[in-house]
């Protein structure tokens, strides 16, 4: 049985295309929510999802596949919090936007196969409703032990993972999964914060801010060693494949209230910042936008 671990806007449109397929399900979440959720695919179609139990950490019975699917500064807390539910054949897939926020000190005292990945997909929670805002999208996943050979539990979740309507899983090896990872994170650079300091979509972003956004990529390009041209390609693709959205830190912001310090750019922004330290970059354009940030939602 699967467990989904958060149920933000991911971790609940996972859990909506689980049930449609038919998957038995559990889910954790720090939130009293009802056992069901009402869900308009992408295609306009409109559900109302059952048949998944929302538990506690503590409630949850023991886990064979774990989808962690929170915040980045939540990802490890939230695997501790479930540490005795896991058995030595678990699999437990990581879900999260931006780098830098898994601690190899502490992911080595976990015997599990543990999985990292990176999505496409996106979906937005809407006066109670989810609205899926992807025509699906493709999981990139890899090992975090490079190389190593799934397991019977990480085999039979990604195989799940793959028959969702929409949705396309590739196993990727280590190197390939970190260029897919350093393109998001770009693009996440570029959008994120300014959305919020905004407080616009996505498709407003590069007009209101294209000195910054260009700026952004050049940085991150150069902090990265990626390609600048076909890094700002991809960029602006995602601008305008998602320019009626809001992202996902303006969720966080100005839906559930958080704080900057409590979302994700600190491993967005704030990680393109520490890899520039190491390797003596200036980074101007995304010190302005990490600054700006956190002093206008401290």
């Given at each position: 049985m699967i467990t989904v671990l958060g149920l933000g806007s991911i971790g609940s449109l996972l859990s909506c295309k689980l049930r449609l397929n038919s998957c038995r399900l559990n889910v954790i979440s720090r939130l009293s929510r009802?056992?069901?959720?009402?869900?308009?695919?992408?295609?306009?179609?409109?559900?109302?999802?059952?048949?998944?139990?929302?538990?506690t950490a503590e409630s949850i019975p023991p886990i064979q596949q774990?989808?962690?699917?929170?915040?980045?500064?939540?990802?490890?807390p939230a695997l501790e919090s479930v540490r005795d539910k896991l058995n030595e054949d678990s699999s437990v897939l990581f879900l999260q936007n931006g780098l830098g926020y898994l601690n190899h000190s502490k992911l080595k005292t976990f015997n599990q196969q543990l999985l990292i990945s990176n999505t496409?997909?996106?979906?937005?929670?809407?006066?109670?409703?989810?609205?899926?805002?992807?025509?699906g999208g493709t999981f990139n996943v890899t090992t975090y032990t490079p190389s190593q050979a799934l397991t019977k539990n990480s085999e039979g979740l990604l195989h799940t993972l793959a028959s969702l309507d929409g949705i396309d899983v590739k196993m990727v090896d280590n190197k390939d999964f970190l260029n897919t990872a350093?393109?998001?994170?770009?693009?996440?650079?570029?959008?994120?914060?300014?959305?919020?300091?905004?407080?616009?979509?996505?498709?407003?972003?590069?007009?209101?801010?294209?000195?910054?956004?260009?700026?952004?990529?050049?940085?991150a390009s150069t902090v990265l060693c990626l390609d600048e041209k076909s890094t700002r390609d991809y960029v602006l693709n995602v601008?305008?494949?998602?320019?009626?959205?809001?992202?996902?830190?303006?969720?966080?912001?100005?839906?559930?209230?958080?704080?900057?310090?409590?979302?994700?750019?600190?491993?967005?922004?704030?990680?393109?910042?520490?890899?520039?330290?190491l390797r003596g970059i200036n980074t101007p354009y995304n010190r302005y936008i990490y600054d700006d940030f956190m002093c206008k939602f401290k």
């Open positions: 009802n056992a069901e959720i009402n869900y308009k695919e992408y295609n306009g179609l409109e559900h109302t999802i059952k048949g998944f139990e929302v538990h774990l989808i962690i699917a929170t915040k980045a500064s939540d990802a490890l496409n997909i996106a979906a937005t929670l809407v006066n109670g409703k989810l609205i899926e805002s992807s025509n350093h393109l998001k994170l770009v693009a996440n650079c570029s959008i994120n914060a300014l959305g919020s300091i905004h407080n616009c979509k996505n498709g407003d972003v590069y007009q209101l801010n294209k000195d910054l956004v260009e700026g952004v990529i050049n940085e601008l305008q494949s998602t320019k009626d959205n809001y992202n996902s830190t303006h969720r966080d912001i100005y839906q559930r209230g958080k704080r900057a310090s409590e979302t994700e750019i600190e491993y967005i922004n704030g990680h393109i910042l520490r890899e520039a330290d």
